[in-house]
């Protein structure tokens, strides 16, 4: 099941809001896979892709959290961590053969996207916006 874009998950950065759009792109791309039976040399590199997307997105986020003194940041942190450790957690379980792990894997990915990206980024959309360093989109 393809995951679309929402509004809701808009944070007013525009670099956020890419960068979200794009790991949206490649947790799609990831899920496609469903339909052919790739092999799993092909789902390791885009987990490889998507892992370093990740990575260079946490960092930007991080970057503004810092910036802007966000009161949560070990919080957001930690859980750029805890994600990476699960990917790759899914990344072996993938080397051992695991039948189960690719839907697994998606099952994860998306509801990560969902709660962290509607939730946990959320709120530090709203932190920003309150103390003026974004603005909410004009329709």
Do not use: C
């Not at 979200?20 to 789902?43: K, M, T, Y």
């Not at 930007?60 to 966000?70: G, S």
């Not at 994860?108 to 309150?130: C, M, N, P, Q, V």
Request: glycine share 6%.
């Amino acid at each position: 099941m393809r995951l679309g874009w929402k509004q809701a998950y808009a944070t007013g950065i525009p670099e956020i809001d890419q960068q979200h759009q794009g790991l949206l792109d490649l947790i799609n791309d990831l899920d496609a896979f469903r339909d052919r039976r790739p092999d799993d040399r092909e789902v390791f590199n885009a987990l490889n892709v998507m892992v370093k997307y990740a990575e260079t997105h946490f960092a930007t986020e991080e970057e503004y959290m810092e910036r802007f003194k966000y009161p949560h940041i070990l919080v957001h942190k930690r859980q750029h961590v805890a994600f990476l450790a699960t990917v790759f957690r899914f990344a072996e379980m993938l080397e051992e053969k695991d039948p189960t792990v690719f839907g697994e894997l998606l099952a994860f990915l998306r509801d990560w996207y969902g709660t962290h990206i509607g939730g946990a980024d959320r709120e530090y959309k709203e932190y920003f916006s309150s103390r003026g360093f974004i603005r909410p989109p004009t329709l």
